[in-house]
C-alpha cells in the first residue's frame, strides 16, 4: 500500500518554482502597463469631454444668435409692413387732396385756386422727405412702368404718346410701386398702334 503521508512529504510546497516567479513579475509588468495605459485613456477621454462642453457651448451660443436674428428680421418685416400701410393710408388721403387740386385747375377762382395749386406742389417736396415719390407725367411720353392709360384722345398738336392729361396721381414709396398714375394719352392718324407695341398702351 502507498503511504500517502510519505509522498507528500516529498514536496516542498513552500519554497516557489523559479518559472512561476517569472511569470507572476511579468504579469505585474502587464498590469501595471494596463493600468498607466487607462490612466492614459481616462484623461484623454476628460480632456475629449471638456472640449465637447466647449464645441456645444459653442454651438448652443451660436443657436441662440440666430434665434435672435431671426426674431429681429422678423420684427423688421412687421415693422415694414406697418409702415407701409400707414403710407397706403396717407395715398388715400392725398387722393382727397387731389380731387381740390385737379378742381381747382379746371374751375380757376382766383387766388384760391392758387392756394390749392401751391398747397399741391409742397405736399409732393414733403413726400420726398419721407421716401414717397408721386408720378405724373403730363406732357411726357407714356411709360407703361409707371402709369395706366385709362382713356385715349387725338390732339394733333401733341406728339403721339404723349400724356395730355393726368387723371389720378400714382405714387412710389422708395423704390417700390404702389399705384400707377391713370393718364389720358395721346393718338394721332394711326401711329399710336404702332406706339402702342412699343410703349405698352
Known amino acids: 500500500m502507498i503511504d500517502f503521508r510519505k509522498e507528500l512529504a516529498k514536496f516542498d510546497f513552500v519554497t516557489v518554482d ?8 511579468e504579469a505585474i509588468q502587464v498590469i501595471e ?9 481616462g ?18 451660443e451660436e ?17 415694414e409692413e406697418e409702415k407701409l400701410s400707414l403710407v397706403r393710408g396717407l395715398v388715400a ?12 385747375l379746371k374751375n380757376e ?9 401751391l398747397l399741391w406742389r409742397n405736399t409732393s417736396a414733403n413726400l420726398l422727405l419721407q421716401g414717397i415719390t408721386r408720378i405724373e407725367g403730363e406732357n411726357t411720353l407714356f411709360d407703361s412702368r409707371i402709369h395706366s392709360a385709362v382713356q385715349v384722345k387725338e390732339d394733333n398738336n401733341f406728339p ?11 405714387y412710389m414709396y422708395r423704390s417700390r410701386l404702389l399705384r400707377k398714375a391713370q393718364v389720358v394719352v395721346n393718338k394721332t392718324n394711326g401711329g399710336y398702334e404702332n406706339n402702342e407695341q412699343n410703349r405698352g398702351y
Open 18 to 25: 523559479a518559472e512561476f516567479v517569472g511569470c507572476y513579475n
Open 33 to 41: 502597463v494596463f493600468n498607466s495605459t487607462l490612466k492614459r485613456i
Open 43 to 60: 484623461k484623454e477621454l476628460n480632456n475629449t469631454n471638456i472640449q465637447l462642453e466647449e464645441v456645444l457651448s459653442q454651438y448652443m
Open 63 to 79: 443657436k441662440e444668435k440666430d434665434k435672435y436674428i431671426a426674431e429681429m428680421k422678423k420684427a423688421i418685416t412687421a415693422y
Open 93 to 104: 388721403t392725398l387722393d382727397q387732396l387731389e380731387d381740390l387740386y385737379r378742381y381747382s
Open 109 to 117: 377762382c382766383g387766388s384760391w385756386s392758387e392756394q390749392i395749386q
Open 160 to 170: 403721339n404718346g404723349v400724356i395730355l392729361e393726368v387723371l389720378r396721381s400714382g
